[in-house]
Each structure stands twice: as C-alpha cells, then as structure tokens.
C-alpha cells in the first residue's frame, strides 16, 4: 500500500510540474559547442544513445551524419573548425533532493526525511583541435560529504569515423565509455543497477574508478547501423578498504577488464563484460583474530538492451560473481559466488519525458553456509523542464530486501526521493 500511495504521488508531481513548468536557456558543454540539445547523444541524460557512444568512442567528437560512399573522414577532420573555449569544455552539474527513507535491520528500524545536496561535480572535457588527443577530467566538489578527483583521463584516438583505435591512461571509471545501456552505470534512475553496483563481502564492487591503461578498437557500418567496439583495460587494483591502489600506497595489485560490445538496429545492444584481479582482504578488522589473505575477485556478465516503436527501451542483464573467501585464517580458501540478474523497463512518453522501472536480484552463496538473496525494485518518472534536457526533475521510489551472505541476517529499506538536477 505504500509502495501504491509513493508511486501515484510521484506521478501527480511530475504531471503538475510538467503543465506548469516554462522552458529555461543553459546548454551543457558539448551542446554549446556543437549546437544541439542533450538529446543528440543522449536518450534522455544521462543514458547515452547510439550517436551518445560513438561520441564517446571518437574522442568527444561527432560522428558524421551521413557515411555511405567512399571513406570516411579522419579522426582529426571530424571537427575541422571546432575551436577550443571554456564554455566548450567546463561543465558544472548539481543535485538535490527531498527523501523518505524507511530502514529496517533485524528488529530495530528506522525512518527519517530529510533534504539533501547530493552532488556537485565539475567536468572538463573536449577534443583538442585538429589533433588525435582529447581528455576528460572529473572533480568532485561535493558527494557523501567528500570532495576528491574522480577522473583525469589523456586519450588518444586513431584512424577513421567507421575504424578507429584509441588508448587512455588515467583514473578513470570502470563502465565509463565501454558498454551499452544495459551495463552501463548510468541509468534513469538516482542509483546504479544494484546487479552492477553491490559490494561483496571481499568489498569489491564494479562501480570504481581505478588508475591504468585502457585501449580499444571501434567498427561501423554504413549509417551506423551496426557498431562493434571491443576495449581492454588494466589497472591498479583495490586495497582492503576497497579504495583504488594510489602511488603512495605500499599494496599492489593489477586487475585485468575485457569489454565488448555490439550495436544494431535503431537503438540495441549487447555487451560482454570480463573483469580478473586480486586484492588485499582485511578479514575481522580491529579484533583478536584478525588476519589478512590475498583473494582472487572475478567477474563475467552479459547484457542488452532494444528500443521497441522509438518508445519502450527493455533492458536486461546477467552477472557472474566468484571471489575467495576465508571465514578463518587456517580456513582453506572457499568463494563467494553471486548470480546477478537485472531487468529494467524505460518508456519514452516523448522526449524529455520519461516512465521507468527495474528489478534486480542477487542469489548468493558462501562457502559452507547457505543460500542468501538480495532483491531490489523500483519505479520512476522524470521530467525535462528545459527545451534543451538540461534541467531535470525526477521521482523514484526503491524497496530493497536483502540478506547478509555472512551472518544471514535480514534488512530492508524503502526509499522515496523527489531530486532536481541541472547540468551546465
């Protein structure tokens, strides 16, 4: 009954608001340099479409509308008359929100609301004029009460609009640029998919922003209609608190990424993705039988996604978890094993407006304990108030039901937040 009440109020606001609500004038950065709306490379923001990827893949260059006949233009003439500028490649991205949360662990609960300044980020992006480099950086102002750099990134790109290589170096995120919609860590909602954001026990997750090398090659058909992209990336690995592996850090580990993807159709895709590392497991931190062991953390999904009448986008998806795991420290090493399905319905009422809902869940395992699960649905509306896609008001409400793989125990929580984000 709650969930029903939340769900109706939240379609309610985003009708008044969208009847209500007049246009307003600020265009992120690579809109202001290319003069159009978010809406070129973007679904809705910031779910990225087919032009969204290839943009991406090109260096933050567009790829040419029309390429049939004859070959293609280089990467360094796709921008010929492109100058650099500030307001071309700064861009500022803030949002808050009103939220009801409702949380549950064993028997003890708790409720509260509350208004929040969820993040404030700071992007500088772009191409550099009539050379192959480009570059991306990521400063955190503000997010969970930390301020930090979350990417610094140098590329370098290759060859043709329809066949190109690129190598990057730098702290970058882990989905950033590879994958389609549906193993991406952006979506339509405030969170990433819990299938590709959960933490296991060993305190790995996917959704990091590790330092390395990452190199790629990219393929397109006439039109665009089909895309191959295929990418491969090592890195530094996770040290016990599951922080990116700095220089001034005395671990060290490399972990390996495999990411390919194929484009087709008007809007579908499938990605394979493939992640194998190790990393250092503090196990029992602070008490008398601490002790330490060197996991191995792997990783194996597959996801796609098809945009059905331009309207409906059916996203799914499947991932594989296997980690080392140590209950003791004279424990032969056993593993955490998860099984991570997604499934996720996005519908386009038209543009700049959106309807959305997704289930996620997790069946998990540890060595010689039993079988423990994680479920997690939720349903969403959001709204562009500018012409542009700039400005976006969204309302979403989450029920996760989860139980701890170590000492079996249950939690929920239901979550209803009402936030407003504005990209300049």
């Not at 969204?52 to 260096?59: E, N, S």
């Not at 500088?124 to 990134?153: M, N, R």
């Not at 590709?196 to 330092?211: E, R, W």
């Not at 998860?338 to 395992?365: H, P, T, V, W």
């Amino acid at each position: 009954m709650f969930a029903l009440k939340t769900t109706l109020y939240l379609l309610f606001v985003i009708g008044i608001i969208e009847s209500a609500c007049q246009p307003a004038f600020a265009i992120p950065a690579f809109a202001r340099k290319y003069g159009v709306k978010c809406y070129a490379c973007h679904m809705m923001p910031p779910v990225l479409n087919k032009t969204g990827y290839m943009f991406k893949r090109l260096g933050y260059r567009m790829p040419p509308d029309q390429m049939v006949k004859g070959p293609a233009p280089k990467i360094t003439d796709l921008d010929p008359e492109s100058r650099w500028t500030i307001t071309n490649s700064m861009a500022l991205v803030t949002q808050g929100s009103f939220s009801v949360d409702k949380a549950k662990e064993g028997d003890q609960s708790e409720s509260k609301s509350s208004f929040n300044l969820d993040k404030a980020l700071l992007f500088a992006a772009s191409s550099i004029p009539q050379t192959s480099f480009s570059y991306l950086a990521e400063y955190k102002l503000y997010e969970d009460g930390e301020s930090a750099l979350e990417t610094a990134v140098l590329s370098y790109t290759k060859g043709r609009a329809n066949n190109s290589f690129f190598a990057k170096a730098g702290m970058m995120h882990v989905q950033e640029g590879e994958g389609t919609r549906g193993a991406m860590m952006f979506s339509l909602f405030p969170e990433p998919a819990p299938t590709l954001a959960s933490t296991s026990p060993t305190n790995f997750s996917l959704d990091q922003h590790p330092v390395g090398i990452n190199v790629g090659y990219t393929w397109a058909a006439p039109l665009f209609k089909q895309i191959v992209g295929i990418s491969a990336k090592v890195t530094n690995g996770l040290d016990a608190s599951g922080e990116p592996i700095l220089g001034d850090s005395t671990k060290n580990a490399k972990d390996f990424w495999l990411n390919a993807d194929y484009l087709f159709g008007p809007e579908g895709g499938l990605t394979f993705l493939a992640y194998t590392g190790r990393k250092y497991q503090v196990q029992n931190q602070g008490a008398e039988d601490e002790f330490t062991y060197y996991p191995s953390i792997r990783r194996y999904g597959v996801f796609g996604n098809y945009l059905f009448f331009d309207k409906l986008d059916v996203v799914g998806g499947y991932i594989r978890s296997r980690d080392g795991w140590k209950n003791t420290a004279d424990q032969n090493m056993g593993a955490f094993v998860s099984d991570g399905y997604r499934g996720e319905l996005d519908y386009y009422i038209r543009r700049g407006f959106a309807l959305m809902a997704r289930y996620d869940r997790l069946n998990q395992k540890i060595s010689d304990s039993g079988r423990t699960r994680v479920t997690v649905w939720g349903v969403g509306a959001q709204k562009a108030l500018t012409s542009l896609g700039n400005i976006i008001i969204r309302g979403s409400y989450t029920h996760e039901h989860a139980q701890d793989p170590i000492s079996s125990e249950f939690a929920s929580d239901k979550m209803l937040r009402v936030d407003l984000r504005w990209m300049w």
